[in-house]
T-cell receptor, first 112, second 111 residues
């Protein structure tokens, strides 16, 4: 069966520090991968999605970036965090067969 | 993607059916209706999806009107663990398809 992992689960970082969040999927190949963010009390916002290695589409211009160095690995990064980057970051995958997306457990980021 | 509208909240008694409505009057012919839910502090969970026929799985039933402009998610026997935000989303299924989450409907199941 397929599983999706995210780490770390929680993170507290100072403003201006770098960020790296990792997401990996097991049990499937060539998935579509997605990064979402949910600010406190807000809905889910799609940040990036990827249909293959090295292929990244950005939905919202900001100080975040994403990379897909391997088929089942998706990384969200920032060189300098802002207070507004605080939120719940979720990674999701979609297989070639099913149409639905499956979400990871998320990373709760607090920028202080 | 087409926009959906949902009431902000509703409640139901434990053990009763919960009927969650969704309007998607501008849905395109190739767009599916998806339902997800998000329990507090967790990632969204896929529930069900459909194109034009009614669908049922172990979690819920999805009733889509004949004109496809609205749908209803039915949880046949709601439990306290069904308390969550439920999102109705319309999307196509192409390789670059994306899900646009709105505010959803907060379902509160009362004992």
């Amino acid at each position: 069966s397929q599983t999706i992992h995210q780490w770390p689960a929680t993170l507290v970082q100072p403003v201006g520090s770098p960020l790296s969040l990792e997401c990996t999927v097991e049990g499937t190949s060539n998935p579509n991968l997605y990064w979402y963010r949910q600010a406190a009390g807000r809905g889910l916002q799609l940040l990036f999605y990827s249909v293959g290695i090295g292929q990244i589409s950005s939905e919202v211009p900001q100080n975040l970036s994403a990379s897909r160095p391997q088929d089942r690995q998706f990384i969200l990064s920032s060189k300098k965090l802002l207070l507004s980057d605080s939120g719940f970051y979720l990674c999701a995958w979609r297989g070639p067969g099913p149409y639905e997306q499956y979400f990871g457990p998320g990373t709760r980021l607090t920028v202080t | 993607d087409a926009k959906t509208t949902q009431p902000p909240s509703m409640d139901c008694a434990e053990g009763r059916a919960a009927n969650l409505p969704c309007n998607h009057s501008t849905i395109s012919g190739n767009e599916y209706v998806y339902w997800y839910r998000q329990i507090h502090s967790q990632g969204p969970q896929y529930i069900i999806h459909g194109l034009k026929n009614n669908e049922t799985n172990e979690m819920a039933s999805l009733i889509i009107t004949e004109d496809r402009k609205s749908s209803t998610l039915i949880l046949p026997h709601a439990t306290l663990r069904d308390t969550a935000v439920y999102y109705c989303i319309v999307s196509n299924t192409g390789a670059n398809s994306k899900l646009t989450f709105g505010k959803g409907i907060t379902l509160s199941v009362r004992p």
